[in-house]
């Protein structure tokens, strides 16, 4: 997974693999899935993420147990 964020656009860009994507589908006005031949999740794009609360994102660490 790879997150990206383009500050000057305020577009948040989650790539969940390396597939080829085959579709995208609008959820909302500003969130945008990408979807693979196999219909698994490949991208997720947000617009305006700061205005609509997406960034800024919080990072959590924990060690596995």
């Known amino acids: 997974m790879r997150t990206t964020y383009f500050d000057r656009d305020d577009i948040l860009v989650i ?5 080829p ?8 006005w500003n969130t945008h899935v990408s ?6 999740a490949v991208e997720i794009v947000v617009l305006d993420a700061k205005a609509s609360g997406a960034m800024p994102m919080e990072v959590s ?3 596995a147990i």
């Open 35 to 40: 979807y693979a031949a196999d219909g698994t």
């Open 21 to 28: 994507i085959a579709r995208e589908v609008s959820q909302d």
């Open 61 to 63: 660490h924990a060690a």
């Open 15 to 19: 790539r969940l693999s390396d597939k």
